[in-house]
């Protein structure tokens, strides 16, 4: 999320504040319009197009007859190089190429046919797990071209470039898949022209193109294609809140209320975004939260401004049309204006009713995180479609509940406690649940290095009530400073490039421990993958007592149990306790112990700093 907080000195002296080169334009080409195509059939039929070129503001577009297609209209904003045009693509369209005449010239833009079904399509839900993958820093296949892009490759400098890209991402599909994950999320692909720090892709400078060093257009759909070919959705990643200040709007922005502006200058957010909810906030720090920039370097966005709020909205739609996506994942969800995103929301939402958004709001309050979730009932009456966001809160207190001594309200507890707070949540199962990303240290270092604690942690993550994130690599263990450290968190995949010493891929040169985990977590989420009580079974938990925390997956005719023993000494588990949901007598299926099979007594033994995952059939 916030890439290059703790990066701005440098990144002010690589880039520009307020002025860019432009996005080289093909040859032939004197308007750039965007977006570049659209599609017959959506459920919206207006459509806006942004040209820009120059000195065409003040001219009257001319739309050949085309059945279906009307112009509605058109305007200028206050630079003389940009106008909006208004059509509607009604049912009666079919596809084809629109002619329309613009200063002295006739652009051709392409209508497209839907592909079947796409309307209908179902984005991940409880019943996936999703892989996150920083693509610069996963695997180098060959797809990636420098094409004129001011940064190069140093794979020397943990925060520049290392040269992943989308061939290196498709060649190791296979594994992904093979660990049972079901869902894919890279972080941003899009052109981020920066002169560094421009591999983790969140400061946009072309909403509308793969960056050249990731591969090409074509790539990306093969990427996708060949994902889907394996049972692999692919979540897109959006940033609706600011650009790069290498975007080409910004050597001609179109009106200056495009950004927010300060009379000061820029004014960087305070993060405070509990000024949106807080009844006492002063409306100065509301301001400051949402229209403040997180750097100089990332001009903040004012969707306020109409032709803004559309263009994010279509390109929004348009990546997800464009190539069969299964789901958005939203950058700094309420930086953003809320107006605006509870509008964006509701037209991604009605345009593919099946299809899910997350987004990020970085709180640890379920009340806050809930704010956002479709369904949720708010006090001040805000309407919100996004199905799911990131659980944060329940993150918190996983990592905490693993590494802090148990009380009355630590440890363990705070899992217990966590869990019940769901009562805010308008639906908690779609919540994404994560062990870590790109933003925070490694799990395995977040656990003290401790293979027993990580193994507890994605247990949890697997079997709760919620929609499991893994970070790559978390599977072999890799490790991170304590503190963050972006560049190191986001360290390459070992075998991702030739030549490495070590390869994740083939288990080449892994220790012992991490291919015992690697195997650990492809059999704890091929298992997931197959196990309906999981995606979507009720749950019901029991307190924690002395290191020990029990809860279960169920429906009417079949039980899961998981029992997390934090301490560091076996535990006789007296079954007593639980007799809703297990009783002696009953046969049990241990699903990390290679599914050995064996009837329970009155007591469970538990391994020490060991999750316990059973099928339980009731005598």
Known sequence: MKALLTLAAALLMSLPALA??????????????????????????????????????????????????????????????????????????????????????????????REPGSAERQGFGPRDAIYLVVPDRFAHGGSGRQGGMKEGIDRADPNGRHGGDLAGLRRHLDYIAGLGFTQVWPTPLVANDSGKYSYHGYAATDFYRIDPRFGSGDDFGAFVADARARGLGVIHDVVLNHIGSGHWWMADLPAPDWLNQWPQGHVETHHARMTLLDPYAAPSDRKRFTDGWFVPAMPDLNQRRPELATYLTQMTLWWIERYGLSGIRTDTYSYSDRDFLARWSARVMQEYPGLNIVGEEWSPHPAVVAYWQRGKRNHDGYV????????????????????????????????????????????????????????????????????????????????????????????????????????????????????????????????????????????????????????????????????????????????????????????????????????????????????????????????????????????
Request: hydrophobic share 40%; charged share 20%; net charge neutral.
């Open 20 to 113: 860019a080169t432009p996005a080289a334009e093909p040859a032939a080409a004197k308007v750039r319009i965007e977006p570049p195509n659209w599609w017959v059939g959506m459920r919206d039929t207006s459509l806006q197009l942004m040209l820009h070129g120059p000195g065409i503001a003040d001219t009257t577009p001319v739309l050949a007859p085309y059945p279906g297609v009307t112009l509605k209209g058109s305007h200028r904003a206050a630079s003389a190089n940009y106008l909006f045009i208004d059509l509607d693509v009604g049912p009666a369209a079919r596809p084809g190429e629109l002619a329309l005449t613009v200063a002295g010239q006739t652009l051709r833009y392409p209508l497209r046919a």
């Open 384 to 619: 919100s479609s996004a199905p799911s966001m990131m659980d944060f809160p329940m993150n918190t207190a996983l990592l905490a509940a693993l590494t802090e001594g148990d009380g009355a309200f630590t440890g363990l507890t705070r899992l217990y406690e966590g869990l019940g707070h769901d009562f805010v949540y308008p639906d908690p199962g779609k919540l994404v649940l994560f062990d870590g990303n790109h933003d925070t240290p490694r799990l395995f270092t977040l656990m003290k290095r401790d293979v027993g604690l990580t193994r507890l942690a994605l247990a949890y993550l697997a079997t709760t009530r919620r929609i499991p994130q893994l970070f790559y690599g978390s599977e072999i263990l890799m490790q991170s400073p304590s503190e963050r450290d972006d560049g190191r968190v986001r360290a390459d995949m070992p075998g991702g490039w030739a030549g490495d010493p070590v390869n994740a891929f083939t288990g080449a040169g892994l220790t012992a421990a991490q291919r015992g985990m690697q195997d650990w977590v492809r059999r704890l989420f091929t298992w997931r993958k197959g196990e309906r009580l999981i995606h979507d079974g009720a749950l019901m938990q029991y307190a924690p007592v002395d290191g020990v925390y029990v809860f279960f997956r169920y429906d009417a005719g079949r039980t899961v149990m998981v029992a997390m023993n934090k301490n560091d000494q076996p535990v006789a588990l007296a079954l007593s306790r639980f007799a809703e949901r297990v009783a002696a007598g009953d046969t049990a299926r241990d699903v990390l112990d290679d599914g050995r099979e064996f009837t329970l007594g009155g007591t469970l033994a538990l391994p020490a700093r060991s999750p316990v995952i059973l099928e339980i059939r009731r005598r």
